[in-house]
């Protein structure tokens, strides 16, 4: 099973995650990159505005990015289960 990397950036620096985690495919990882951003941002909306997840593929190389979105938005731009 492939590892994906989720890595924060706070818009001052990098914060990379050293773990990774194994997940079934890319779907899989929006999937799981979605519930990070939500947990993260819970109760911090204005922290997180700006704030990154990209997504890393085991060999290092970015598979995707997301943002977090403003204050003023939601996470309901980024639907909680993907097709």
């Known amino acids: 099973m492939p590892r994906y990397f ?17 997940l079934a ?3 899989a ?7 990070v951003m939500r947990e993260l941002s819970r109760n911090r909306e ?6 990154r997840l990209v ?3 085991e060999c ?3 598979s995707f990015e997301l943002s977090f979105p403003p204050a ?6 980024y639907p909680p289960r993907c097709a």
Not at 29 to 35: E, G, L, Y
């Open 55 to 57: 997504i890393c593929e």
């Open 6 to 22: 989720f890595n924060l950036h706070d818009g001052r620096k990098l914060i990379p995650d050293p773990d990774g985690t194994e």
């Open 72 to 77: 003023h938005d939601t996470m309901s731009r």
């Open 46 to 51: 204005e922290t997180t505005c700006g704030w």
């Open 60 to 62: 290092g190389m970015p």
């Open 25 to 27: 495919d890319p779907h």
């Open 29 to 35: 990882a929006r999937a799981h990159a979605v519930r």
